[in-house]
């Protein structure tokens, strides 16, 4: 899956037995990966208690039990909120600047759209002059309605309009792009309370999900990213993009076990087909280079 992964797999040779010093060098190894260092020591430190009591004394079994490990790390988020469901969905994309918000919306209402939704997307990002025009675009490319205003407009009024579109039978789910900035967190604290009157007021049955989009490439930033947007406006799970590059992915456990978050999408590219739903054990299979 991933370079990675291949480097597990390498680290875990054919015939490599499992000494000690095995496990301090995978712990090396994990850091390297994005793990925080104590999330290493403990996974290395747990991963030889497994091996010695199971008494897997060979590469490939010990990256067996990594797997299982990792995975039970995974299933410490919470629950997810999914997308898909009855009655109308409104979903807020989240996140710092370039992260790939924008993108991310529309890959979403293409997918829904594939899934036989009706998405409406939500320029939200008000903010960016050019934001606006990107949404559009990929509306007209997509054959999806975008509710937008005017640069320097109110997200909120935004979302509103979005809301009586659907209502109207325009849509039944809600895909909001919003302004990449978290520095001023507490403009950002309003400008959340703010579309959550609204939904509260207009949709008050509406599953309303606020998902943060990260950058995987960023790697323990990221972590740091959630740390701060979940504090402050509490998120519901996390979309992972640009993890088709140099990303080494290991935060997405540190964002399960820290912070209880899930991962609910991974992006893989710049194209509408490149996200896929997450999945705990495929991508714990995935890291421990097993598939
Ligand atoms: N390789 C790769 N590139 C991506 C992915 N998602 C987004 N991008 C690229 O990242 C860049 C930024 O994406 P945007 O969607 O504009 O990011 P944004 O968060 O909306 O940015 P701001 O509106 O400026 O805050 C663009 O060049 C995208 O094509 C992905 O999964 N993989
Ligand atoms: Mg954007």
């Known amino acids: 899956m991933s370079v990675f992964s291949d480097k597990i797999k ?23 990966g994005d793990f925080g260092a104590a999330g290493a020591y403990r996974l290395a430190d747990e991963l030889k208690d497994a091996c010695k009591k199971e008494k897997v004394a060979d590469g490939e ?30 979903i807020l994309l989240l996140g710092v600047n370039g992260v790939g918000k924008t993108t991310t919306a529309a890959k979403l209402a293409d997918k829904m759209r594939g899934e036989g939704k009706k998405p409406i997307l939500a320029a939200g990002d008000t903010f960016r002059a050019a934001a606006i025009d990107q949404l559009k675009i990929h509306g007209e490319r997509l054959g999806v309605r975008v509710v937008a205003h005017q640069h320097g407009g109110d997200p909120a009024a935004v979302v509103y309009d979005a809301v009586e579109a659907a209502q109207a039978g325009g849509g039944d789910v809600i895909i909001a792009d919003t302004a990449g900035r978290m520095h001023t967190k507490s403009a950002l604290v309003e400008e959340l309370k703010k579309i959550d009157r609204i939904v509260e007021s ?15 490439t960023t790697g323990r930033n990221a972590l740091a990213q959630a740390e701060i947007f979940h504090q402050a406006v509490s ?8 993890f088709d590059s140099s990303a080494k992915g290991g935060v997405v456990f540190s964002l399960a076990e820290d912070l209880a978050l899930p991962v609910i999408f991974l992006c893989t590219g710049e194209k509408y087909g490149d996200i896929k739903p997450f999945d705990s ?11």
């Open 10 to 32: 390498n680290f875990f040779g054919i015939g490599k037995t499992l000494s000690g010093e095995v496990f301090e060098d995978l712990t090396d190894l994990l850091v390297e």
């Open 61 to 90: 079994g010990a990256r067996k039990i990594l797997a299982k490990l990792l995975e039970a790390m995974l299933l410490k988020a919470k629950k997810a909120v999914p997308p898909e469901g009855g009655g109308l969905a409104i």
């Open 281 to 291: 054990k495929t991508y714990a299979e995935e890291f421990s280079g097993l598939v």
């Open 235 to 242: 998120i519901d799970g996390v979309i992972l993009t640009k």
């Open 202 to 216: 207009k949709a008050k049955d509406a599953r309303y999900i606020k998902y943060l989009v990260l950058d995987a």
